[in-house]
């Protein structure tokens, strides 16, 4: 079974539908009131279609949500080393800058570029733990040009500088 719910607006006007269509059927005059009741009886299935499309609509829009920010996490995870914009995720997704931002914040709480920020340094975290690569290749690999930003971006998002990390990782206690 499935339930319409009206917001206050259509709540208030379908109880005064139902109350003019109450004081109609009272009435004793059947040739006048037939085309008023009819007309209410009208005007409160448009009431009940447009709350039902509305959920529908609701319904579409986050399975639709759902899907986007699946594909866009899967976009992200493909693409670690290609640094790209919010823009080009959102163009690849067929989505406008704002839809990609709502989806993701929706889902993952972040926005999009922190989203990916934030995947890009895990990424980061277990290449400096498990590679033997330099900081330098690393940056390459992970679609930096300057291995200075790459730095300056992982001490921010981490609150360590790349060799505090790396001294810390590789203490005989954190393995």
């Known amino acids: 079974m499935r339930t319409i719910n009206f917001d206050q607006p259509a ?8 109350a003019m269509l109450h004081e109609l059927l009272l009435t004793n005059n059947n040739k006048e009131r037939t085309p008023l009741v009819l007309a ?3 005007t409160l299935l448009t009431e009940f279609n447009a709350a039902y499309l509305m959920r529908a609509e609701s ?8 899907s986007k920010f699946s594909a866009f996490k899967q976009l992200v995870e493909s693409d670690l080393s290609v640094r790209r914009s919010v823009r080009d995720f959102a163009a ?10 709502r989806i993701v914040k929706k889902h993952a709480g972040i926005s999009p570029n922190e989203y990916i920020k934030s995947r890009t340094m895990l990424e980061a975290k277990r290449l400096l ?3 033997d690569l330099s900081v330098k290749e690393l940056a390459f690999q992970l679609g930096f040009t300057d291995p ?6 992982f001490k921010k998002s981490t ?3 790349v060799s505090a990390y790396l001294a810390h990782v590789q203490e005989p206690s954190s393995k």
């Open 148 to 153: 200075d930003h790459f730095s300056r971006l």
């Open 11 to 18: 709540q208030a006007r379908v109880g005064s539908l139902f």
């Open 159 to 161: 609150g360590r500088s």
């Open 92 to 101: 690849e997704l067929a989505l406008g800058s704002n839809q990609l931002y």
């Open 40 to 42: 209410h009886l009208n």
């Open 59 to 66: 319904a579409e829009l986050s399975t639709l949500g759902s």
């Open 129 to 131: 733990r498990y590679s």
